[in-house]
C-alpha cells in the first residue's frame, strides 16, 4: 500500500520498520472546551488508519495524547474558578463519551501530559546534557533551533529565514527568536511540577516527543495530526527527538486536513464552533462519519447542512437497497446454481474496497464504489431471467462484504431497517410531523381512493410530497419514505 509522506512529498511504499508491527502516534486533543467536529475529523482519520491497517492484517500499536496541561486550559479553569487539572480531566471523559457516540475507537495508549511529567524532565535532561537545551536563570529551558541542522526540513522552512520577521525583543533568557521552550516556569498562581530548574510545567511540543519516546520508540511507522501542526509543532517534535535519539522519529508523516463551518474557520468568537453534541443531534454518528470520509482525509472539509443532507442521502439509498436485499434474501432461499451469464461480478466489493484503500487510504473512492455495489444488486433483483436462488447466494456474499469492508471506515454497519425508521424519524422531527400524522394522511388517501375520489388522494399524496414524504404503493400495502433533497447552493 502507499501513503502521502509529508516528508518526501511523495506516495510512498509503506513497509513497517519492524515486520508486522506498525507503530503510529497521532497528535491528540488538548482538552479546554467541548470537542467541535474538527476534532471529530482528526479523531475518525486515524481511527480509519488503524482501523485499516488491522483489516490489511498488521499489527497496530496506536496512540493519541491528551494535553491536559497549557494556557488555555489554564486560562478557562481559571475563569471558571476550579482547577485546572481537574477540568482537563474532566473534559477528557466527556471528549471519550463524545467520541464513542461517534463509533471512534480508543486508541491502544491514551497518555496525558500531568501523567508524563517524570519522562519529559527525563528528556529535556539529556537535550541540555548534549547541548540542544539550555535553562535560563528564570527557571525556563529552551530549545536551541541553531543545534539542530536539520531545523526546517519537513516544512520546508529554511531556518535563517526564519529570523526574518521574527520578534528581536527576545523573551528573557532565551538566546535566539527561533528557540522554542521546552520547560516553562510557572507564574504566580498557575499549576506547577517540581523540576532541576525550578517550578514549572512543559512547554507543548515536548509532551509528544517524550510520549511517544516512551510508548513506541525512537522511531515511529507513522505519526499523524492536522495540517495546521506541520509547523512550528512537528517541526519542533523531529527537532527535539532528532537531536536526543539520533534517529529519525518517523518514517512517514501524513496531515489530515481541516474542517470549515459554511466557509469560515471555526472560532469561538465568530460563534460558528459546531460541537459533536449538538451535530449529533441533527444527524446520527454514520452521517457525520460519511461526511468526513467522503472527502479524502487530506483534503479540507466545509461543514454545512447541505454537507450532511447530501451523506444523508447517500446512506439512505445504500440502506435501502440492503434492506431490499434482506427482503430477497427473506423471501428467496440461495441455491447454488450458478447466475446466467455473469460471471463473479458482485464478488470484487473487498478486491475493489482495497485498492481504493491501499492508495492513501482513499476512502473518498471506497465511499463511491458503493454506489455501483448499490446498482448492481438492484439490476440483479430486478432481473426476470436470473434464477432467484442464484440471485440470493450473490447477493448473500455481496451483502457480508459489504459489512466486512466497511466496518473499517465506521460505515453500513447498523440493521437496514432500524438505520432506515431511525432517519424517518429524524426527518419527521424536522419537518415538525409525527409518526400518527402520517399514517392518518395514508389512511385518509386510501379511504378516498376506495371512494374513488382520486383527486383527494392525489391532494393528499401531493401534500406528503410537499413535505419530503414519498409514498409507495405495491400489492402488499402502501409504505412511505423519505425524499431527501438537498438545497441547491
Ligand atoms: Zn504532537
Request: proline share 3%; net charge negative.
Amino acid at each position: 500500500m502507499k501513503i502521502y509522506n509529508t516528508a518526501t512529498k511523495t506516495k510512498d511504499d509503506f513497509v513497517p520498520l519492524d515486520g508486522n508491527n506498525v507503530k503510529m502516534y497521532a497528535c491528540g486533543i488538548t482538552v479546554y472546551d467541548d470537542c467541535h467536529i474538527g476534532h471529530a475529523r482528526q479523531a475518525i482519520v486515524y481511527d480509519m488508519f488503524s482501523r485499516y491497517l488491522r483489516y490489511r492484517g498488521f499489527n497496530v500499536t496506536y496512540v493519541r495524547n491528551y494535553t491536559d496541561v497549557d494556557d488555555k486550559i489554564i486560562a478557562r479553569a481559571k475563569l471558571l474558578g476550579v482547577d485546572a487539572v481537574a477540568y482537563a480531566e474532566q473534559k477528557i471523559v466527556e471528549s471519550e463519551q463524545d467520541l464513542k457516540q461517534l463509533n471512534v475507537r480508543d486508541a491502544d495508549r491514551k497518555p496525558k501530559v500531568t501523567e508524563c511529567i517524570g519522562d519529559i524532565i527525563e528528556f529535556i535532561e539529556g537535550l541540555i546534557a548534549r547541548k540542544h537545551a539550555y535553562a535560563s536563570k528564570k527557571g525556563d529551558v529552551w530549545f536551541s533551533v541553531k543545534s539542530f541542522p536539520g531545523y526546517g526540513k519537513l516544512s520546508n522552512k529554511d531556518p535563517d529565514q526564519l529570523l526574518e520577521g521574527v520578534r528581536k525583543d527576545l523573551e528573557e533568557g532565551k538566546n535566539d527568536p527561533r528557540d522554542f521552550a521546552l520547560w516553562k516556569s510557572a507564574k504566580e498562581g498557575e499549576v506547577f511540577w517540581k523540576s532541576p530548574w525550578g517550578n514549572g510545567r512543559p512547554g507543548w511540543h515536548i509532551e509528544c516527543s517524550a510520549m511517544a519516546l516512551k510508548n513506541l520508540g525512537a522511531t515511529l511507522d507513522i505519526h499523524g495530526g492536522g495540517k495546521d501542526l506541520v509547523f512550528p509543532h512537528h517541526e519542533n517534535e523531529i527537532a527535539q527527538s532528532e537531536a536526543l535519539t539520533g534517529k529519525p522519529l518517523s518514517r512517514f508523516w501524513t496531515h489530515n486536513g481541516l474542517v470549515t463551518r459554511d466557509g469560515q474557520k471555526m472560532s469561538k468568537s465568530l460563534g460558528n464552533t459546531l460541537t459533536i453534541k449538538d451535530a449529533l443531534k441533527k444527524y446520527s454518528a454514520e452521517v457525520i462519519r460519511h461526511a468526513m470520509l467522503s472527502r479524502h482525509y487530506s483534503a479540507d472539509v466545509d461543514i454545512s447542512d447541505k454537507e450532511f443532507l447530501l451523506s444523508e442521502k447517500s446512506l439512505y439509498y445504500f440502506y435501502n437497497t440492503l434492506n431490499d436485499i434482506d427482503a430477497f434474501l427473506a423471501a428467496h432461499p440461495a441455491t447454488a446454481e450458478p447466475l446466467s451469464g455473469i460471471g463473479e461480478v458482485g464478488h470484487t466489493v473487498r478486491d475493489d474496497f482495497i485498492s481504493a484503500m491501499d492508495d492513501d487510504f482513499n476512502s473518498s473512492l471506497a465511499i463511491s464504489q458503493m454506489y455501483a455495489v448499490c446498482k448492481f444488486a438492484n439490476t440483479l433483483m430486478a432481473d426476470k431471467k436470473q434464477p432467484k436462488g442464484a440471485v440470493a447466494t450473490a447477493l448473500a456474499a455481496m451483502r457480508a462484504d459489504v459489512r466486512e469492508a466497511y466496518a473499517v471506515l465506521g460505515l453500513m454497519q447498523e440493521e437496514p431497517a432500524a438505520f432506515l425508521k431511525a432517519m424517518n424519524l429524524k426527518h419527521l422531527e424536522r419537518a415538525g410531523l409525527s409518526e400518527a400524522q402520517v399514517s392518518a394522511m395514508l389512511d385518509e388517501r386510501a379511504a378516498a381512493k376506495g371512494r374513488k375520489d382520486y383527486a383527494a388522494a392525489d391532494a393528499i399524496r401531493d401534500k406528503l410530497d410537499n413535505l419530503g414524504i414519498t409514498v409507495q404503493d405495491s400489492r402488499t400495502g402502501t409504505a412511505w419514505g423519505l425524499k431527501l433533497e438537498v438545497p441547491a447552493d
